[in-house]
C-alpha cells in the first residue's frame, strides 16, 4: 500500500537502534526530522499544514499520551496532537545538521 | 466538507478597493468581528470590552457560535462587536469554523457583514499566528491587529516591532494583553475612529500571497516576522516540565485518578457543613413564616409548597458549586486538552476521537452547553453519536437526586482503608455507569447507523496556565445564578402547581387527602407502570415532574412532604426512607443515571442536529435503557439487600 519512499538511516544515539526512518510515525521520542511532505486527504493536510507541518519545517516528537495513544509533536512553535496512522503519512527526511536532541 | 456553499454569494478572495460607505451611528449599528485562531482570547477580549461572561477556558474550541454584544465607548457611539469561533484559515473543516467563515463573508442569513474586522493573534507564536492575517486582510475590511499575550511574551523575553509590522500592513498594529488590559485604549480608538466614519480608517493594502497555497502564506508570515524584527519567546518550561509529569507513563494516570477520588470524596465532606447551614436557614426561616403569618391557605402554599419544594433544590448548593470549580480548574489549566489526548485511544475504542471528550466532559457540567460544544468535531456522524451520548454523562442537575438518595439509603462507612467513603463511591460508581453507557452507545450507534472511516485526530496543545481566582469565582457566581435562577422559576412553578393540584379537588369544601387529590391521581395513574421498578405514586409524581428538568424531582418530593406536614428539607431524607425501600432506591438512582429528564437537551438536540428524528430517537432510547435498567437493578437488590 505505502508508496515505494526511499528509506534513510538515522544516525541514532546510544540507545536507540539504527534503524531506516521515513514517516514521522516511526521517529523515535526526541529525534529531530524535517518535514518532506504529506501523502493526506485533502482537507486534513491543509489543516496540518496550517498548524505547521509544512514541508521543510523542523519536527520533534516530544510526548507519548500515557498508555500508548496519539504522540505530541513540536512544530513552528507550538505543539500538535496526532495519531499514529495520521503520522504514518507524514514523510520526514532527517535533519543533515542534529542527532538526537535531549529533551528538557 | 467542501468549500462551496450553494447558491450563496460569492466574494472576492482579492482586496475590496470599494470603501464602505460612511454611516450615521444611528442608522445602521456598526459591528466589529473579533477573529483569530483558536485560545488566542478572543472571548477574553470581547468580555473586557462589552462586559459580558462569554466563556474563556484554555484549550482551543471553546466559542463555537457567534454572540455579538455592544462595547462599552466613552462616548455614546454604537459599535457592536461579534465574538466568533476560532479558526486557523478561511476554510471550515468543521461546525463553528463555518460560522466564523459565514459571518465574515456575509454569507450567514440572519446576521449582517461585518464592518470591520479586529484581529486577534497570539504574539507567542507570531510566525504561525500571522499565517491567518492573509486571508483575514484580503477580505478588505478596516482590520486592527491585536497581538496578544503580550504578558506572556515579555515574559519569556520575545520581542516585536509593532510599528514596523504597523507599516508592513498598512493596518494598525497593537501589542496587548486581554487579561492584563494593557494595550486595550488603542482598540478604544479603533473601536471610535471605525464608529465615526470607517472611511478614514487605513484600509490594509499589502502585497497578499497566494491564498490557497499555505507554504506561500507561510512564508510570507515569515518575511513579515523578520521586518517586524520578531524575536520567538523562550519555550514555555512550566509547560514542559508540567506536561513530563502529568503524561507520564505512570504518575500520569496515578494523578487522574487521584484527582477524580478527591472531587468525590470532597462532594460528600467539604460540601457537607456548608449544606447543613443551608438546610437550617431554610428549615429556620420557614419556621419564622409559620410563626408571623396567620393561618390561610396562602400560608400554606407559601410555605409548605414553595418554602419546602425550592428549599429542598437550593441546598444543594455547595455540591454543584465544588463541582463547577474542579471543572473550572480543569477547563482554566489547560489540563482538558491533555485528557483528551490521553481518552482518545479509548475513545478511538468506541468509534469516536479525542475531540469527542471534550463535550463529554463538558457534560459533567450540563448537557446543553456540551451538545453545542460538539461543533468543533469535524465528522458529521461523530459529532451526532456523540451529541446522542452526551446526556448520559452525568450532568450537575443529577447531583441533588444521587445526593439526596444516597444520603438517605448509604451508611457512611470507610472503604479502601478510609482513603474513600461509601457514599462518595456510590457516586464515583454511578458517574462511571453513565460514562461506560454512553461508551456503549457510541460503540453502537458508530457500528451500525453512524457507521464511518475512522477519523483523525489532530489538537493543538495549549500552554498551561494558572486558573485565576478571578475567572473561578466569575464561574462560580454566574453558576449559582443559573442555579439559583431554575429554583426561582421551574422549580418554584412546579412548586405551585403541585400544591395547587394537592389540594384540589375540594371534597365538601375541605381539601381531600393527597391520594384522592388531582396530583395523587396522576401519580395512582402511572403507579402500575413504575411499581415494577420499586416506585410507588408519590415517586411517579416527581418523575413526571422530573421530565421538566432532573432536580425538579426534589422540589417536587419536598413540597409533597411538606404538604403531609413534614419539617421542610429536614426530614426529606427520612421521608423518602419510608416512600422507598432500599432496592428502590438503587432502581430510582438507576433510572435517573439513563433517562433523558431535560426539556433544555431535548430542544439544543433538535436544534443542532436540524429536526425532531434524532432527538426523539435518543429520548426513547434513554428511556427505554432507564426503564430496562432500573428493572434488573430493583430486582438484583431486592435480592441482595434484603
Ligand atoms: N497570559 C495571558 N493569557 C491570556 C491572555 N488573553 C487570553 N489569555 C488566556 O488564553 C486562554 C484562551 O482565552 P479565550 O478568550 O477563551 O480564547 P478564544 O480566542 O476565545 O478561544 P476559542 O473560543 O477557543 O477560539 C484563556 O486561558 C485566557 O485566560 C493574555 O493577554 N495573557
Ligand atoms: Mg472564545
Known amino acids: 500500500m505505502r508508496p515505494k519512499v526511499k528509506g534513510r538511516k538515522v544516525r541514532s544515539g546510544k540507545n536507540v537502534p539504527p534503524t531506516v526512518v521515513h514517516t514521522l510515525a516511526e521517529l523515535p521520542m526526541g529525534q529531530r526530522c524535517i518535514l518532506d511532505h504529506l501523502e493526506l486527504p485533502e482537507d486534513i493536510a491543509r489543516r496540518l499544514m496550517e498548524l505547521g507541518f509544512l514541508p521543510g519545517n523542523e519536527v520533534i516528537p516530544a510526548r507519548r499520551a500515557p498508555g500508548g495513544g496519539p504522540r505530541i509533536f513540536r512544530v513552528d512553535g507550538s505543539e500538535v496532537a496526532l495519531r499514529h496512522e495520521t503520522a504514518a503519512r507524514v514523510f520526514i527526511r532527517r535533519d543533515p545538521e542534529s542527532d538526537l536532541v535531549v529533551l528538557p | ?642
Request: aromatic letters at 8%.
Open chain 2, 1 to 642: 466538507m467542501s468549500s462551496c456553499h450553494g447558491g450563496a454569494p460569492r466574494t472576492n478572495l482579492l482586496p475590496n478597493p470599494a470603501i464602505p460607505l460612511p454611516r450615521a451611528a444611528h442608522d445602521h449599528p456598526i459591528i466589529v468581528a473579533i477573529v483569530g485562531p483558536p485560545n488566542s482570547g478572543k472571548s477574553t477580549l470581547f468580555n473586557r470590552l462589552t462586559g459580558l461572561r462569554q466563556k474563556v477556558a484554555n484549550f482551543p474550541g471553546v466559542t463555537v457560535e457567534h454572540r455579538m454584544g455592544k462595547a462599552k465607548l466613552k462616548d455614546e457611539q454604537e459599535v457592536f462587536l461579534v465574538d466568533l469561533p476560532g479558526v486557523y484559515s478561511l476554510h471550515p473543516r468543521a461546525e463553528d469554523e463555518q460560522v466564523t467563515h459565514d459571518v465574515l463573508k456575509g454569507e450567514r442569513p440572519d446576521f449582517p457583514k461585518p464592518d470591520a474586522v479586529i484581529l486577534i493573534l497570539d504574539s507567542t507564536n507570531l510566525g504561525r499566528n500571522l499565517v491567518l492575517a492573509a486571508p483575514i486582510l484580503s477580505l478588505g475590511m478596516p482590520t486592527l491587529i491585536l497581538l496578544n499575550m503580550a504578558d506572556d511574551l515579555a515574559l519569556r523575553g520575545g520581542k516585536v516591532d509593532v510599528a514596523a509590522l504597523s507599516a508592513e500592513l498598512n493596518s494598525p498594529v497593537a501589542l496587548v494583553s486581554a487579561t492584563k488590559g494593557t494595550g486595550i485604549d488603542r482598540v478604544q480608538q479603533f473601536l471610535l475612529a471605525t464608529a465615526a466614519k470607517l472611511s478614514t480608517v487605513a484600509l490594509p493594502r499589502v502585497e497578499l500571497p497566494v491564498l490557497q497555497d499555505v507554504p506561500k502564506c507561510r512564508q510570507w508570515a515569515a518575511k513579515l516576522g523578520v521586518r517586524a524584527s520578531y524575536k520567538a519567546p523562550s519555550p514555555p518550561l512550566w509547560t514542559r516540565r508540567l506536561d513530563t509529569v502529568f503524561l507520564h507513563p505512570i504518575a500520569g494516570p496515578v494523578i487522574f485518578a487521584a484527582v477524580v477520588i478527591a472531587v468525590f470524596q470532597s462532594i460528600f465532606s467539604w460540601a457537607q457543613p456548608a449544606m447543613e447551614g443551608l438546610k437550617q436557614a431554610v428549615a429556620a426561616s420557614g419556621h419564622w413564616m409559620t410563626s408571623v403569618l396567620p393561618d390561610t391557605p396562602f400560608r400554606s402554599l407559601l410555605i409548605d409548597g414553595v418554602w419546602s419544594g425550592v428549599g429542598a433544590v437550593v441546598v444543594f448548593l455547595p455540591q454543584i458549586l465544588l463541582l463547577f470549580l474542579f471543572i473550572g480548574i480543569l477547563e482554566d489549566s489547560g489540563y482538558l486538552a491533555r485528557a483528551a489526548l490521553i481518552a482518545d485511544r479509548t475513545m478511538a475504542k468506541f468509534g469516536l476521537q479525542g475531540k469527542s471528550f471534550i463535550p463529554l466532559l463538558s457534560s459533567y457540567a450540563c448537557a446543553v452547553p456540551a451538545v453545542m460544544a460538539t461543533r468543533v468535531i469535524e465528522n458529521k456522524r461523530d459529532r451526532i453519536a456523540t451529541i446522542m451520548i452526551a446526556p448520559l454523562m452525568t450532568c450537575s442537575a443529577r447531583l441533588p437526586v444521587y445526593t439526596l438518595l444516597i444520603a438517605a439509603f448509604v451508611p457512611n462507612i470507610p472503604i479502601l482503608r478510609g482513603v474513600l467513603y461509601l457514599p462518595a463511591a456510590t457516586m464515583l460508581s454511578l458517574y462511571v455507569l453513565g460514562f461506560l453507557a454512553a461508551l456503549f452507545t457510541a460503540r453502537m450507534l458508530k457500528s451500525t447507523i453512524l457507521k464511518s472511516q475512522r477519523s483523525s485526530f489532530v489538537l493543538e496543545m495549549p500552554p498551561y496556565r494558572w486558573p485565576t481566582l478571578r475567572s473561578l469565582a466569575l464561574r462560580l457566581i454566574d453558576r449559582a445564578k443559573i442555579f439559583l435562577t431554575r429554583a426561582g422559576t421551574v422549580i418554584l412553578l412546579v412548586a405551585i402547581s403541585i400544591w395547587v393540584l394537592a389540594h384540589l379537588p375540594l371534597q365538601h369544601g375541605k381539601t381531600p387527602p393527597l391520594e384522592h387529590s388531582y396530583a395523587g391521581m396522576v401519580g395512582k395513574g402511572v403507579e402500575p407502570a413504575i411499581k415494577p421498578l420499586g416506585f410507588n405514586w408519590k415517586i411517579g409524581i416527581g418523575l413526571i415532574t422530573s421530565l421538566a428538568a432532573r432536580e425538579v424531582i426534589v422540589g417536587t418530593l419536598g413540597t409533597i412532604y411538606g404538604i403531609e406536614g413534614d419539617e421542610p428539607s429536614e426530614g426529606l431524607q427520612k421521608a423518602v426512607r419510608k416512600d422507598l425501600s432500599p432496592a428502590g432506591a438503587v432502581a430510582l438512582l438507576i433510572f435517573f443515571a439513563f433517562a433523558m429528564q431535560c426539556f433544555s437537551t431535548i430542544a439544543i438536540v433538535k436544534r443542532e442536529t436540524g429536526g425532531w428524528k434524532w432527538p426523539i430517537f435518543q429520548f426513547s432510547y434513554m428511556l427505554a435503557l432507564a426503564y430496562s435498567g432500573s428493572w434488573i437493578a430493583y430486582r438484583l437488590a431486592s435480592h441482595f439487600l434484603t
